[in-house]
């Protein structure tokens, strides 16, 4: 069966590729012949065509010619209804053609005609295009408009175009003077890999432009114009590029933008050419679309043999055009950064040797005003893709449950040096002090971090009451405004025993991003739970709230989407302002009578915190991470620094220097 089915396919290939010379006298054969040019066509290939008027060859030749400048694209080519008259038929071939993210559509008219058995087509240059004449050809012309910005408060200019200099060896300047040397010298003049660089020159072309390092033309630059001019052959060229303030400035949520590489082009199936500048990371490249805009295409008929300097100097210009759509610009990406508080915390985090975070968050509006991870996070969005336990700072939600089954800040609760749970022994942080052990307020052990109060409250509250409160807090929500990839938290629904006791004190499967942690202390702040916002003009926002794995280290090739305990659209339960009240008594008293004290001079309005200390890893004794919240009048911030000991002596003072300058 199988062997007589390839026959039978066989012999309907055949007898479609002969349908130009096949024994037809009816309206078969010139519909077959209409269907087999416009497949040569598409293919671009009329070789094996019987043509009338030409040498197919040389057909074949001014097709490619005529069509060199589209390439790689080529066109969908659909033969019409045949209309036929005796021994000659005409046909209209509808092209097609994708220019980018531009379709360019005609039809032309073909002639066909028969000569005993066999359908050959009329050729001449209209065929290919209705107002192509003889000894034509086309010409594309691609303008790019220029890369919109990406805005911060105030329609602050976060990343727009600054001017830079490209430096590099120009070989159509070096005279008689050795490329490898001068490369090996610049190399060293502005720090890049000399032996790569000079392996990069000594393959270029003798009229290529090399560059070693684009420059900044911000007055920071050391390298001098005229250490680059005493190099034979290298020189500077001026350029704009769309670049932040600085090299660092929020690099981890914007992303940067730049040429495309081959890679990019060659995936791009078509949208993107050399010399494209497109997004590469964070909100550059999530909304790359938006911010490139679309090419302005131009196809014009050209007399064949002219160069592009006799077109030039021609007047008129000979050329016509045949198609043309205007560029568009890109829309800028407005977003909340405030770029003073963005510096302030990138600045604060700069001597931190972890990775570390600091995000600040606007209460009233869920504005994220700052999302910055210290040169520790190594490129890492620590600040909103991060996933670490977040210590004691979740027990403002522990807090929250407690007080929904009836607990005020004023109950008691029995905090003791150590308690066991099938087992298992927790303790207090080193140095807790003896004076707050034995009965004491949920306030008190809430301001201490009294470890063990929270785990012998344990029954009071069950595993998925946490998660409530949590959601409650806008913590493991989804967050359909906030417009970029993020970690949002991951808290289990279901645990029992040790796993249970450890969601107490914001440990086991636990696990917060600063930007959750953040959230957290807002909707503290604002008496309700704060969704918080970054894009304000995304349209449709790809990936909104997403959710990194939680399991495994944080990595930038996390997967959005996949958590182990999909997140909730919204809490069914939100906190109340009086439920908020007491949370801020507590957080109050962190600073006036708990771990936090050194806050108490921050100027303004009175500062509510909360440290938390994570341990992790398997050392004896085990290694921590430094969390701390705080709310100071509208504004929320989580400071964070991975494997940095006590929040209260390490994130502590990095959250009380930017609250003192932040105002």
């Not at 807090?473 to 808290?491: M, N």
Request: hydrophobic share 40%.
């Amino acid at each position: 069966m199988g062997k007589t089915k390839n026959i039978v396919l066989g012999l309907a290939a055949l007898m479609i590729a002969g349908s130009l010379t096949s024994c037809d006298d009816g309206r078969s054969g010139a519909e077959g012949a209409a269907k087999q040019l416009a497949s040569s066509l598409a293919a671009l290939d009329v070789g094996s065509l019987a043509v009338d008027g030409k040498d197919a060859a040389a057909a074949n030749e001014q097709l490619k010619a005529v069509f060199a400048a589209l390439d790689p694209a080529k066109p969908s080519v659909e033969s019409g209804a045949v209309t036929l008259d005796g021994d000659k038929a005409s046909v209209p071939l509808n092209f097609t053609w994708k220019i980018g993210t531009a379709e360019w559509k005609y039809t032309s008219q073909a002639a066909l005609k028969k000569s005993g058995d066999k359908w050959a087509v009329q050729w001449n240059s209209a065929l290919l295009e209705p107002d192509l004449k003889d000894g034509e050809v086309l010409d594309k012309t691609v303008n790019s408009p220029s890369r919109a910005d990406i805005l911060g408060a105030g329609d602050a200019k976060l990343v727009s175009y600054r001017p830079v200099v490209h430096v590099g060896i120009d070989k159509t300047t070096i005279g008689s003077a050795d490329p490898a040397a001068s490369a090996a010298k610049l190399a060293q003049l502005v720090g890049v890999d000399e032996g790569a660089y000079v392996k990069q020159v000594q393959a270029s072309g003798p009229q290529a432009f090399v560059s070693a390092i684009t420059l900044r033309e911000d007055g920071s630059r050391t390298v001098t114009d005229q250490q680059v001019a005493a190099i034979p052959g290298a020189r500077g060229i001026r350029d704009f590029l769309p670049l932040a303030p600085t090299r660092t400035f929020a690099r981890a949520v914007l992303g940067t933008a730049s040429e495309a590489s081959a890679e990019q082009i060659q995936k791009s199936g078509g949208a993107l050419k050399v010399g494209d500048t497109v997004g590469s990371g964070g909100l550059q490249e999530q909304y790359d679309t938006q911010l490139r805009g679309q090419d302005g295409v131009s196809i014009k008929a050209r007399p064949q043999g002219m160069t592009d300097d006799q077109i030039k100097a021609a007047n008129p210009d000979p050329r016509r055009v045949l198609f043309a759509v205007n560029a568009k610009p890109g829309d800028p990406l407005k977003t909340t950064l405030d770029p003073r508080l963005q510096q302030l915390a990138e600045d604060t985090l700069a001597g931190v040797g972890p990775a570390s975070a600091i995000v600040a968050l606007r209460p009233s509006t869920g504005a994220v005003l700052a999302a910055a991870s210290g040169p520790g996070s190594n490129g890492y969005n620590t600040a909103m893709l991060g996933q670490y336990a977040p210590g004691s700072t979740f027990k403002i939600v522990d807090s929250l449950a407690l007080i929904r089954n009836g607990m005020t800040p004023d109950s008691k609760v029995e905090c003791t040096p150590t308690i066991t749970v099938d087992g298992r022994t927790f303790k207090n942080a080193e140095g807790y002090p003896a004076s707050s052990l034995g009965s004491v307020e949920l306030r008190d052990a809430f301001a201490h971090s009294c470890n063990t109060a929270f785990i012998s409250s344990r029954d009071k509250v069950s595993q998925a009451q946490l998660e409530s409160a949590a959601t409650s807090l806008g913590v493991a929500v989804q967050a359909p405004k906030l417009g970029a990839d993020a970690f949002l938290g991951s808290v289990p629904g279901n645990a029992d025993g040790t796993e249970h006791a450890a969601s107490m004190i914001g440990q086991g499967k636990v696990l917060l991003s600063p930007l959750a942690a953040a959230i957290m202390a807002a909707s503290v702040a604002h008496g309700a739970p704060v969704s918080p916002q970054l894009v304000l003009n995304s349209g449709a926002v790809p990936s909104a709230g997403a959710t990194p794995t939680p399991s495994g280290p944080p990595s930038s090739s996390a997967s959005p989407g996949a958590s182990e305990s999909p997140i909730a659209a919204a809490s069914d339960k939100p906190v109340t302002p009086a439920e908020a009240a007491a949370l801020t008594d507590m957080m109050r008293a962190v600073v006036t009578s708990g771990h936090a004290g050194f806050l108490a001079s921050v100027p303004g309005a009175p500062v509510g915190a909360k440290t938390g200390t994570a341990e992790f890893g398997n050392d004896n004794p085990p290694k921590t991470h430094a969390w701390i919240v705080a709310v100071h009048g509208d504004l929320a911030v989580a400071v964070f620094v991975e494997d940095g000991g006590l929040g209260a002596t390490t994130s502590g003072p990095l959250l009380k220097s930017f609250l003192t300058a932040a105002g």
